[in-house]
């Protein structure tokens, strides 16, 4: 998932991601979702869709599908009227549930791709395509709607055409990723592209209707008095798109600010043409000011309006910090570099502090939207402000409607108050950019302003004035947090939202990657803050202070390794929603496109770690995630995000015959998909984890006929090509790395060396696209270096650990060691197992690292107080999270795998084998 998709999941619940539209009521839904179902029909509904389909009809696999756009004020009687004409018609249709869902489905970083669509509409052939646009386009004369971008819009009407699938149907695409699919002219699925822009696939034969449509479309061109020529995007959401463009008349760089009618609306309905206006307004009076760029122009073009603005030298203030500048990237940054570094943040604070009351106190103007996005570092080091769209007066103005994550405050959106906190947060940002979880946990505003103060030495004084700040921009106390204030969320699943929307997608890269930036680290001082005891017995819950590392420099109260553990694993049991069918456990959104079943965000995984680390599951759990993964609607089978990965889940609680059902059901899921040419090679989803189960499988169960098919996907690696990785994939889950770890077990169950020189092999592919600089060895891809185990140096070394115990090589021995240094950086923006913290511990455990405790010691920053538990923000650190990859259960296995030092990461099927032995 984009970042950017992460804001749709915070709306449902305060606390854990859920779906939106999760908590709407009927009251809150559109009538036809709720009335009495005509005759001869059938309905059913999802979170965010209502299905009306006439009884008896079968639609095709593909086809044209018409979308019917709609303003959030006229939704209810468009789909009104456009219902009406199915029913006529008999023409099967689905529609957004209810006015919050189409406000969601319409905001400012909603996807692109679907904006707009408020019907859909499904023809079974051309001529009923022709009919229904022909019939509906006189019935919504002069109502109005957004455009829908990837679409062929018709004529000027509200309706939209696009060719797509039907049905779910799904492949790979270049990447090895699961995409929806349709079937191209020869039968084979390939990727139903659904990009913000019209296209048709080449061998779709067009109707000469639509044709004429097309053919006009592509006469249109940009008009001729439109001067400018883009040069580049600089950032895109569903109110628009910012570019850096050239004016033809004199060569100036400008930007270019656009906005979309009735789209990007924030939560008071605002599109993003109002808040346009607002940006020029504001931006015409504070002409003169060297911290706001120059307005030039205004224009609009075709029903698109943009600012022409000056284009600032220099860097986003994000990304000046995080691509190499700050001195915590790496493990021992020296005295002179934090010196350094210190002074230079106090003053982007000071000039930051500067800026916002010239605006306040000259001007009477807020600047509504202060993060590291909106901040450019000019290179002499001025800083300037970008992206007035939510400036607002102090005297009478509305503040906005969201903000960006980790800078605003239900508690701070009126007035100053708005400019204050995100002051005060940038401040702390600076130094440590986890502000996000003090929205979550406000006792982490203390700990980590202390942390900050004692790592980089900063004046006496300055973390209490930082609390004293954030405290008075929300009415003299900070408010305690969602994890604090939640009521039902953690029990029910249920929430009553937040009350402020968050926008996600701003720029704040830290979350995206921005080159070696913050997936190599950034640090908050080597304190003890979990010791490296195991503990003995459950002792009562830890005080939250009490988790608070200091520095190095002087002693630090500690926390027993197995009281966190009891607490993690408590706190995933109190949040585990066993009613809901589709969750058990709350975690990361993509679950929700897994049926809930799957190791990575599933309940399978959760089960797998509370298991592995000797917790009991209940019962009730391990029922509910037996019915899930016998729902024929789970049609994933691999080993973390399907079927195999429940079936490993299932035969550990001692399910072994329903876990061999479950494993027999993946195996022929894989046959079929195999057959489709729908599989890849990794780890995650494709041949390499399912090898790895059915060897796992083979040895516990003494089953020689799964050791075969095991053998048999290893030989397809010998075989020249082999199966396909992803294109540019790297690392454990997706690339070389975790196909170079089953083919080391092959290794060590037949005891054929073949398999060793295969694993060297896929190992080369992967450590050659690393890059080795003072931060270590650090693997990259899509030009973003990480240390991350999904996907960067942590996983790598667990594969190259696991050649050389088998396999003596100078050169890898050499390169374990640079990716060991990799993941030893001081602190890294996310605690989880696949893009955090947790999963660097799991790989320097194998390695008994030295580094490995004060890793440890660091993830207390990351934990905060749910329930009177320790729990764990999930990826993008939004809101918690309790699954294997981004969550609690994770941490609770990196834990594990430190406190028993037997040199395992306690990763799923990860871990050494024993000696090969030959067949």
């Not at 270049?174 to 349709?182: D, I, K, N, S």
């Not at 909106?374 to 103005?397: I, K, T, Y």
């Not at 959104?589 to 509370?610: K, M, N, T, W, Y």
């Not at 996983?795 to 993941?823: K, Y």
């Amino acid at each position: 998932m984009r970042p950017a998709d992460y804001g749709q999941f915070c709306e449902t619940d305060p606390v854990f991601y859920d779906r939106p539209g999760s908590d709407e009521s009927a009251a809150d839904l559109y009538p036809p979702a709720v009335r009495p179902v005509p005759a001869g029909w059938e309905r059913s509904r999802d979170t965010v869709w209502v299905y009306l389909h006439p009884a008896g009809t079968t639609l095709p696999d593909q086809g044209w599908k018409v979308h019917v756009s709609g303003s959030l004020d006229e939704a209810p009687e468009i789909i009104e009227t456009v219902l009406e004409f199915c029913r006529t018609e008999r023409i099967s249709a689905k529609f957004l549930a209810g006015r919050e869902i189409v406000l969601k489905a319409n905001s400012k970083y909603a996807p692109r791709g679907s904006s707009g669509k408020l019907l859909t509409l499904y023809p079974r052939d051309q001529d009923e395509l022709r009919r229904l646009l022909d019939g509906l386009t006189p019935l919504l004369a002069g109502r109005q709607g957004p455009y829908i971008l990837s679409d062929l819009r018709w004529h000027d009407s509200l309706l939209y055409v696009r060719y797509g699938a039907f049905r779910q149907l799904y492949c790979l695409d270049e990447q090895g990723r699961t995409v929806p699919a349709l079937r191209d002219a020869t039968g084979t699925l390939v990727p139903d592209l659904r990009r913000p822009v019209f296209s048709v696939p080449e061998w779709v034969e067009v109707p000469d209707f639509l044709a004429e449509q097309i053919a006009a479309r592509g006469r249109q061109g940009a008009p001729e008095d439109f001067p400018y020529d883009i040069e580049r995007a600089l950032h895109f959401s569903n109110g628009g798109g910012v570019y850096k463009a050239r004016d033809r008349r004199d060569g100036r760089v400008v930007v270019l600010r656009e906005a979309r009618p009735l789209a990007g609306l924030d939560q008071h309905g605002a599109d993003a043409v109002q808040r346009l206006h607002r940006e020029g307004d504001m931006l015409r009076r504070l002409a003169g000011l060297d911290f706001v760029p120059r307005l030039f122009e205004h224009l609009k073009v075709w029903e698109h309006e943009y600012l022409v603005e000056e284009f600032i030298e220099g860097e986003k203030l994000e990304r000046y910090l995080f691509t190499g500048r700050h001195p915590l990237l790496r493990a021992e940054p020296d005295e002179a570099a934090l010196a350094e570094y210190t002074a230079t943040a106090l003053d982007f604070a000071e000039q930051l502090t500067t800026m916002l009351r010239t605006l306040h106190e000259q001007h009477g103007i807020a600047f509504g939207d202060l993060h590291p996005g909106n901040v450019m570092v000019r290179p002499d080091g001025r800083l300037a402000l970008v992206d007035f769209e939510l400036a607002f007066d102090l005297d009478g103005g509305t503040p906005p409607g969201f903000g960006a994550p980790g800078f605003i405050s239900p508690a701070a959106r009126t007035g100053r108050s708005v400019d204050d906190y995100a002051l005060a947060c940038m401040r702390l940002f600076l130094f440590l950019p986890l502000t996000f979880l003090i929205e979550l946990d406000s006792a982490k505003a203390a700990q980590l302003a202390r942390a900050a103060a004692d790592r980089f030495g900063l004046p006496a004084g300055w973390a209490e004035d930082l609390v004293r700040d954030l405290s008075a921009a929300t009415g003299g106390t900070l408010p305690p947090g969602a994890t604090a204030s939640a009521g039902a969320p953690a029990d029910s699943g249920t929430g009553a939202g937040t009350g402020t929307g968050i926008h996600t997608g701003t720029g704040t890269g830290i979350h995206t990657g921005t080159g070696t930036g913050i997936d190599s680290g950034i640090g908050t001082g080597t304190g003890a803050g979990i010791d490296s005891g195991t503990g003995a017995g459950r002792a009562p819950v830890v005080p939250h202070t009490a988790v608070v590392p200091s520095t190095a420099a002087g002693p630090s109260p500690a926390v027993d390794r197995r009281r966190v553990m009891d607490d993690l694993a408590e706190g995933i049991l109190a949040a585990a929603t066993p009613e809901r069918a589709d969750r058990l456990y709350p975690g990361d959104p993509e679950q929700f496109d897994r049926a809930g079943v799957d190791l990575a965000h599933g309940a399978s995984g959760v089960i797998h770690a509370l298991a592995t680390t000797g917790y009991p599951v209940p019962e009730e759990h391990v029922d509910w995630l037996l019915r899930a993964a016998r729902d024929r609607k789970v049609v994933r089978p691999g080993l973390y995000d399907g079927l195999h990965g429940a079936a490993l889940a299932l035969d550990q609680v001692g399910r072994a015959e329903e876990a061999r059902d479950v494993l027999d059901r993946a195996r022929e899921l894989t046959r079929h998909r195999r057959r489709l040419g729908v599989f890849g090679a990794d780890l995650s989803g494709g041949l390499a984890g399912i090898g790895l189960n059915l060897l796992h499988f083979a040895d516990r169960h003494a089953d020689p006929a799964l050791a075969e098919e095991a053998l048999a996907i290893g030989e397809e690696f010998a075989a020249p090509g082999g199966p396909p990785l992803g294109k540019g994939r790297v690392g454990l889950l997706h690339g070389g790395s975790g196909v170079a770890l089953f083919l080391v077990r092959l290794h060590e169950h037949t005891g054929d060396p073949r398999w060793l020189d295969l694993a060297g092999g896929a190992l080369a592919r992967d450590l050659a696209s690393s890059r080795l600089d003072e931060k270590g060895l650090l693997l990259t891809q899509d030009n973003q270096s990480t240390a991350y185990l999904g996907s960067g140096s942590a996983g790598a070394a667990i594969a190259v650990r696991a050649l050389l115990r088998h396999r003596p090589d100078a050169r890898l021995a050499e390169a374990v060691e640079q990716l060991d240094r990799a993941c030893a950086a001081e602190f890294f923006l996310m605690p989880g197992l696949f893009e955090g913290r947790a999963g660097l511990i799991c790989s320097l455990a194998a390695g008994d690292h030295p580094q490995l405790r004060p890793q440890v010691e660091r993830l207390a920053w990351h934990l905060v107080r749910h329930r009177d538990r320790a729990a764990v923000p999930g990826r993008q650190l939004y809101r918690l999270s309790t699954d294997l990859a981004t969550g609690s259960a994770g941490v609770l296995l990196a834990l594990h795998a430190a406190s028993t030092g037997n040199g395992g990461t306690a990763l799923p099927l990860l871990d050494h084998r024993g000696t090969p032995s030959p067949r």
